[in-house]
């Protein structure tokens, strides 16, 4: 098993505004690319009806997620919490304290690994 922690975060789009979201999700793609190395694994999808929204991120360790969630609070999270109302948190891997106390106020659940590999 890896130090990487992931996470899959399904949310309700909160209203039409579709180019809002694709201009945020655009904003902090580029942001997470140049500023943190950290991010492994980065993508978002959208449902072919624009309604739901599905972020698939993964990270080196711990370290790399709460440098993510510091960039994120001061640079997205309002704009962000405006435009998607999470639905279902799921996080992946060895989480330490911080990280399970930062994401667990989001309303994440977690789960470890018990087998597995990458190539």
Request: hydrophobic content about 40%.
């Amino acid at each position: 098993m890896t130090r990487h922690i992931q996470w899959l975060l399904e949310m309700n789009v909160r209203d039409d505004d579709i180019e809002a979201v694709e201009q945020l999700v655009d904003e902090m793609v580029e942001a997470t690319r140049a500023n943190e190395p950290g991010a492994l694994i980065y993508e978002y999808y959208l449902s072919e009806d624009r309604r739901r929204c599905s972020v698939v991120e993964r990270y080196a360790d711990s370290a790399a997620v709460m440098e993510h969630l510091k960039n994120f609070e001061e640079h997205f999270a309002e704009r962000f919490f405006a435009l998607f109302e999470p639905s279902v948190f799921r996080v992946y891997g060895p989480a330490n304290e911080d990280v399970r106390n930062a994401l667990g106020s989001l309303g994440a659940t977690f789960d470890i690994g018990v087998g597995g590999f990458i190539r």
